[in-house]
């Protein structure tokens, strides 16, 4: 079956798909054959007026990839199991949970001839996955396969969940990737916290700084968490937001603020027309309306004119924030900006040739990361 490299995290969201790009464009330029898919499908848009689960089930972040990279669908590996409510209550309503069945499945999907190196992605977390048998640890250890954590840093904190993670994977994880480090920090952790870790037997393959681009959200998803309408502009949901603002004071205060921001969400009520006329001057990418009230002609009228969306939400400004707020940073990598942001990232802050030389895979001409 060749090598099988894992690729997990120990909380969604910490950047393995942009990491996948990485490794797997490399190992394309270098002519070497790969294969990658999610055991454990977590986003995909199932008809929920059947509840019918497709074959081939192929995991929305698969689809990205394989596009990206331009694979060919013999390059994409099926999912077992999709992770929802739905299936989870099905799973647990049978009289026998079967834990096991999920692995064997998989495990007869990937028992045909194939010399190169498969790549999976675990699901979000290191327990995720337990009650369909396609955990990162119990797919980990019945494929043999290595493991790779790509882990938000937040501080020395962060230490706890690796070790938690190295005690429960053992020898099968081979290293980390620490991702979302203050850029001011990178080089301090490069010096101290690196060979700490190395010294608690984690070698560390990257410390990738974060992004607001890769953390950024499109006007699209923003809209459709809100529930809100959209009054103009309609065709450029695709933008992506990267800050947000929040335009609840005078207007001179707001001008200069607004100047200093970029790539920017403005949530205001709906009658602060002051505010929302300085905010399309700036670079906003969207104005969210909150409260009673309609937005005035002549604003929309500029709106159309700047190509600037126009949310109205029923929601108040302080519930309208929180759920942007989580928006940040908890989308899926699925635009093509940043895709190519991701391949530079590893390419910059990752050493994927000593990753390769770990699990054995003789890269040439795969060049220096």
Not at 225 to 237: G, K, N, P, Q
Request: hydrophobic share 45%; net charge negative.
């Amino acid at each position: 079956m060749g090598t099988t490299l894992m690729i997990g995290s120990c909380e969604p969201f910490s950047g393995k798909s942009a990491f996948v790009l990485g490794i797997a464009r490399k190992l394309i330029a270098a002519n070497q054959r790969i294969r990658f898919g999610k055991p454990l499908a977590t986003s995909f848009e199932l008809e929920t007026s059947s509840w019918k689960t497709p074959e081939p089930l192929i995991d929305d972040d698969v689809r990205f990839v394989g596009k990206t990279l331009a694979l060919d669908e013999q390059q994409l590996i099926p999912s077992i199991h999709l992770l929802d409510s739905y299936t989870a209550e099905k799973r647990l309503a049978k009289t026998q949970l079967d834990a096991g069945v999920g692995f064997e499945v998989l495990k007869q999907k990937l028992d045909d001839p194939f010399e190169g190196l498969t790549i999976l992605e675990g699901a979000g977390s290191l327990h995720e996955g337990l009650l369909y048998g396609l955990s990162l640890g119990q797919v980990a250890k019945g494929l043999k396969a290595r493991v790779v954590l790509v882990h938000l840093w937040q501080d020395s904190r962060s230490v706890d969940a690796l070790l938690a993670a190295k005690e429960q994977l053992g020898n099968q994880l081979i290293g980390v990737v620490l991702n979302a480090v203050t850029p001011d920090e990178v080089e301090v952790l490069e010096r101290s916290v690196v060979p700490s870790l190395e010294e608690l037997g984690m070698d560390v393959f990257g410390v990738m700084p974060r992004s607001p681009l890769l953390r950024s959200v499109t006007i699209g998803e923003l809209a459709r968490r809100l529930e809100a309408r959209v009054i103009c502009s309609a065709e450029r949901l695709e933008l992506l937001v990267e800050t947000l603002s929040i335009g609840a004071m005078n207007v001179n205060s707001a001008m200069e603020f607004f100047r200093k921001r970029r790539n920017m969400a403005v949530v205001t009520g709906a009658g602060r027309t002051d505010i929302q006329l300085a905010a399309l001057e700036a670079s906003t990418q969207c104005l969210i309306l909150t409260g009673a009230g309609e937005p005035l002609p002549q604003l929309i009228n500029r709106a159309e004119e700047l190509e600037v969306p126009l949310l109205k939400v029923d929601k108040d400004t302080l519930e309208t924030v929180e759920v942007i707020e989580q928006a940040f940073g908890h989308v899926r990598l699925h635009e093509a900006v940043k895709a190519t942001y991701a391949f530079r990232l590893v390419e910059e802050h990752c050493d994927v040739d000593r990753l390769f030389k770990t699990i054995g895979l003789k890269v040439n001409d795969a060049g220096s990361c």
